[in-house]
């Protein structure tokens, strides 16, 4: 088995679950990697009790912004406005939108988001997809700028950071 050090290893590697399998929890989210197939999907969860699964923390439902942070690897956040910045700080990240309207399609299955950058304080990048609907359905980082960056796709419908309608 490939072994990977640090944060890339506790979210990658050694929580993995199989690919489809349902998430354990209804606070979990199963995420696959799109940059190494071999891997399994990662299963993250807000549940602190969970037995398995990356730990991550969300922003509280009425909080202005939709977060999704795992300590001390990333931290993805968009204000919820109608009308949604260029540009904005959150927790020391200087984000900006990338596309305002993008999309992705996988297995005959269209995602449509807004495509955000963020950098952070060691000038480290990363990017995500969310939607107001349905959440954060992708993300992409690097906890070096020596590594190659992983990208993450959600495996479920909704992800975290999701609209309660979202099923």
């Known amino acids: ?37 071999r891997r399994h999907a990662i299963e993250m969860t807000t549940d602190p009790k969970a037995a398995t699964g990356a730990p991550i923390s969300l922003c509280a439902p009425q909080a202005r912004f939709a977060c999704m942070r795992a300590e001390g690897a990333f931290s993805l956040a968009i204000p919820k406005v109608d009308s949604l910045p260029l540009k904005w700080q959150f927790e020391n990240v200087n984000y900006k939108v990338m596309e ?4 992705i399609t996988l297995f005959g299955s269209t995602a449509e988001g807004v495509l955000v950058q963020g950098i952070d304080k060691d000038k480290l990048e990363s990017y995500f997809l969310y939607s107001p609907l349905r959440g954060f359905m992708a993300f992409q980082w690097t906890d070096s700028p020596k590594k190659r960056p992983v990208l993450f796709l959600i495996a479920d419908k909704c992800g975290p950071g999701a609209a309660p309608e979202c099923k």
């Open 1 to 37: 088995m490939k072994t990977f050090s640090g944060t890339t290893r506790a979210l990658c590697c050694a929580l993995g679950l199989a690919a489809f399998a349902p998430a354990a929890h209804a606070d979990s989210w199963r995420f696959f990697s799109a940059t190494d197939l």
């Open 100 to 103: 305002k309207s993008y999309s």
